[in-house]
């Protein structure tokens, strides 16, 4: 319970440090993490082939009124890319170099 609850609180959290790191001061780390919960909460039940687009236009329709039009773009690019494909990525990464690498001898 103790490693989920850490583990879902990094993956909140990460949009907060995406706004920050564009500059945004409008928005709490409390609202962030709720509004990020409940995308959680609604790609879940969606059922679309690895939540593609959903994810994102929930991203983008719930933080939209905290952030300036220009921003929300690039913050949903960054997020998508944080979230799933540097997932995708270290997991390739890691699955070739495990591929490659001689059997260990018992």
């Not at 991203?59 to 921003?71: E, Q």
Request: charged share 5%.
């Amino acid at each position: 319970f103790i490693l989920s609850a850490l583990q879902l609180s990094c993956y909140f959290a990460i949009g907060y440090f995406i706004f920050r790191g564009l500059s945004v001061n409008t928005i709490s780390f409390t609202d962030v993490m709720t509004l990020q919960s409940m995308i959680y909460l609604i790609i879940t039940v969606i059922p679309t082939p690895g939540t593609i687009g959903t994810s994102e236009a929930g991203f983008y329709l719930l933080f939209k009124r905290f952030v300036s039009p220009g921003i929300m773009p690039y913050a949903t690019l960054l997020w998508s890319l944080i979230n799933y494909y540097l997932n995708l990525i270290c997991g390739g990464i890691v699955t070739l170099v495990n591929h490659f690498m001689p059997p260990e001898k018992a």
